[in-house]
């Protein structure tokens, strides 16, 4: 067991628990609300299958009940109802009939007869045995560990908002397994599997994963005079994967004390980072108030690649729990989950979430500021070469992202992938440089911070915003026409990046010959060539193109994703017959010669390129003050 609790909390969860006993519903402000009580069998975990049983309390008649659908923090209709098997009703015993609603079909309606005030309802969660398409409704088990999201896990009434209804939920885990959840336990557990949680609203259960495995390692990361506890545990494929060197740890405590400085308050009682550590998972992080689910290759922690390429990731999701947690676009903060979320804010939700992650990344040593420096220099090299910026603004990109986050790879430059991340790094950056300018260096995004995410201190709390509420936070930092500016970064369409941020922070963007370390290391094994900045083509070593960039040489010369490239001037396609044709191709009037396959059709493609291989990077600019490095200088 890696809870750590403490002791006050133990104390009145079991006595919450207690009372629930003999109560069906709770009043809140003269309102009767129902509690229902949700047990979870995931001793069948290897197998990916997961049973979960619900008491609910209910009256003779209609019984609505939703599946979650809209998932905080993914930003879409995500709810993995696909997967939502062995659905089953029953009333006193007797079987219930039940019919999925025409118009939803997350929403089902159950005749509960009369005299009944309680619905058993049962269902299995089959899961995915693959990572795609991706977050919470993507594979989240293996052999060996497990990452639980009670939303896959559970019905709700209709009627009620997630607030207003409390689940008391317990859990069995397969033999010996170990667990970490922000959640407190109310009780010592029946037997070694098993475990009690304290009631929480719906809204709380469904912000609270469970990690568990065999392998599964807690790590605190505050000494007991720092406020509220905050721990990583981290769930391996292997036991090996957990033997990090003490770095590591460092690192994530250097994080957790730079975010504390930087906004000067904390909006949980306790926090934990859950760490998945596997190959075969969906990869990516997922904010929550008190925890996240971040989830990484098996060795990122013991190999000096895997350290540099998740150094990025539990910082963002970490100063998720202030901004997007505590601090949420009005409009995303919505009463259930089943009604759609308006995504126009993203910009500031995860924008500046990149920013601040990407910066704390830098001040607690997780990456170096060469490194940092590396990674804007190719968001901006990227977002300075997409040629989807000629029909679509950033704005859109946020507007648009509920219907298309799940896009494919093919045709991501021209349709623009979700840009609000990457191109609001540049943009923050940009308003920093322009507070640290107006102010003469007194004032900086930090202020910002510590106004708007900062005091008091205290649990879980949701704080809306609008638009108007960002410009005038910013105003009372520094003086400036902040509308007008935020107006023209979001509908702008270029030509090209807005790079004034960087070049303002003292740094220039320059290409050359040679792949920057942190390119190197987002693939060590070479499994894609990034030809983007040369001609404008993306493809795997298998050849096949993943993607090409509308308006470049590769896509005028008629290369297009899908497309696979067999040979390069003659001999059989690798990325390194690729590297040392287009080298070669510098000094020699011929064009590229490429064999093409395409449906089963072969053709030979000429590309007439003689620039050499292009890579970005951030160089010096000694005429102006070198913000960058102070930016991202620990505090
Ligand atoms: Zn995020």
């Known amino acids: 067991m890696v809870l750590r609790r403490r002791a006050e909390t ?11 006993v003999f109560l069906s519903s709770l009043s809140i402000f003269g309102q009767n609300t129902p509690v229902v009580t949700l047990s979870v069998d995931a001793s069948e975990a290897p197998r990916k299958i997961f049973h979960a049983q619900m008491q609910i309390p209910a009256k003779p008649g209609t019984l609505t009940l939703y599946y979650p659908k809209w998932i905080p923090g993914e930003h879409g209709p995500t709810g993995t109802i696909t997967d939502l098997t062995g659905l089953k009703f029953s009333a006193s015993g007797k079987p219930l009939r039940w019919r999925r609603d025409l118009l939803d079909g997350y929403t089902f309606h159950v005749e509960v007869p009369e005299g009944e005030t309680e619905v058993t309802a ?63 336990v109310s009780g ?19 912000d609270g994963p469970v990690l568990t495995g065999e392998f599964l390692k807690a790590v605190a990361l505050t000494a007991a005079s720092e406020g509220p506890p905050v721990e990583i545990d981290v769930a391996a494929d292997s036991a090996a994967a957990l033997d990090a060197p003490p770095e590591v740890w460092e690192h994530y405590r250097n994080l957790v ?32 108030h008190e925890s996240n689910d971040s989830r990484v290759d098996e060795r990122a922690l013991i190999t ?38 308006q995504t126009d804010l993203l910009w500031v939700y995860e924008g500046l979430t990149s920013y601040l992650g990407d910066m704390l990344a830098a001040r607690s040593g997780g990456r170096t500021p060469a490194s940092a420096r590396d990674e804007l220099a190719n968001m901006a090299a990227d977002l ?25 790879r093919a045709w991501e430059d021209y349709r623009r992938p979700v840009d609000y991340y990457d191109e609001d790094v540049l943009n923050w950056l940009s308003v920093d440089v322009i507070i640290r300018q107006q102010t003469k260096g007194k004032r900086s995004l930090d202020d910002f911070c510590k106004l708007f995410y900062g005091e008091p201190s205290g649990p879980p709390i949701v704080k809306t915003y609008s638009f108007d509420d960002v410009l005038n936070t910013l105003d009372q930092v520094a003086r400036y026409d902040w509308r007008a500016f935020w107006t023209e970064r979001l509908t702008n369409h ?59 040489i590769a896509a005028k010369s008629g290369l297009g994703p899908g497309m696979k490239i067999i040979a390069v001037n003659g001999r059989r396609f690798s990325p390194q017959v690729w590297h040392d044709a287009i080298r070669a191709a510098k000094t020699s009037p011929a064009p590229l010669e490429l064999i093409v396959e395409n449906t089963d059709y072969f053709r030979i493609v000429k590309l007439d390129y003689h620039g050499g291989e292009q890579y970005p990077h951030l160089v010096r600019d000694g005429s102006k003050p070198d913000l960058l490095t102070e930016i991202y200088r620990a505090k």
């Open 10 to 20: 133990y104390g009145v969860g079991k006595i919450f628990v207690l009372a629930l």
């Open 122 to 184: 049962t269902l299995d969660y089959a899961s995915p045995t693959s990572p795609d398409p991706g977050y919470s409704s993507a594979m989240a088990a293996t052999e060996k560990l497990y990452i639980l999201n009670w939303n896959t896990l559970l019905l709700y009434p209709a009627g009620y908002t997630t607030d207003q209804l409390t689940y008391s939920a317990s859990l069995r885990l397969p033999a010996g397994w170990k667990f970490g959840t922000s959640l407190h």
């Open 188 to 206: 010592p557990a029946s037997n070694n599997n098993d475990i009690h949680f304290a009631p929480v609203s719906l809204t709380t259960l469904v």
């Open 257 to 288: 004390q730079q975010a504390g400085i930087l906004f000067g308050a904390q909006h949980y009682t306790g926090y934990h980072f859950l760490l998945t550590l596997s190959d075969h998972v969906a990869h990516f992080g997922l904010e929550h």
């Open 304 to 341: 000096e690649s895997g350290r540099k390429r998740s150094a990025g990731l539990l910082p963002h999701e970490y100063v998720h729990s202030w901004n997007g947690k505590y601090r949420r676009p009005a409009d995303l903060a919505t009463p259930d989950f089943e009604q759609p979320m």
């Open 384 to 408: 300075d070469h997409r040629s989807g910026r000629v029909w679509r603004n950033l704005q859109d990109t946020a507007d648009g992202v509920p219907t298309m986050q799940m896009a494919p």
């Open 494 to 552: 270029g030509p090209g990046a807005p790079l004034g941020g960087v070049e303002a922070s003292g740094w220039k963007l320059v290409y050359d010959e040679y792949s920057s370390e942190s390119d190197r290391t987002q693939d060590p094994e070479e499994r894609t060539v990034d030809a983007h900045y040369s001609v404008g083509l993306f493809f795997g070593m298998d050849g096949v193109i993943r993607d090409t960039v509308e308006g470049m």
